[in-house]
């Protein structure tokens, strides 16, 4: 199981957590998110095999173009409206592309086969207004009805006490989970020994 974690912000945080050594770090450039990543340089820090995910959400792509350049992004994540074309065009600047999809009680089913070609992950976060970092989870199993094979990440919600409620998911996709506001301190600021006490638990 892999580990993705989002909304980082603080340098020494940042360095406190890639210790950790996760799979992927997040970086959100949505102005109206509380972990907005603003003047933020990254070009000090080693990263060593942690990928670094930047979070857009209905950017426009000569914007998310520079970011990718500017912060050496390894993955860009899309959390709005965007359309399967923009997809593909974010994909043409060498990055890979996970495509969220917000849940409520059902599977967008269409959306979801709409995306099937141009996304290399699908993340499966909880429907909210601020497009995530709510702590809040939707039913999971709900993902067994899924009818991609696209391998995805969790999000919404996951804590060390909810890793039991993993197993109500028999889908060959799952490939990780994606954490934030559960593991935080204040926004933007994770607790490590929280974070330790994870990576111990997967």
Known sequence: MKLKVCGMREVKNIKSVLALKPDLMGFIFYPKSKRFVDALSLEDIDFGTTQKVGVFVNEKLNSLTEKVKKFDLDYVQLHGDESPSYLAAVK??????????????????????AFEQEADYFLYDTLSLEYGGSGKNF??????????????????????ESLKALGLIDHPGLTGIDVNSKFEDQPGMKNIELLRALKKAL
């Open 92 to 113: 043409y600047l060498g990055v890979k592309v996970i495509k969220v999809f917000r849940i409520l009680d059902q599977l967008p089913i269409d959306q979801i086969l």
């Open 139 to 160: 039913q999971w199993n709900i993902l067994n009805e899924s009818p991609s094979s696209k391998p995805f990440w969790l999000s919404g919600g996951v804590s060390i």
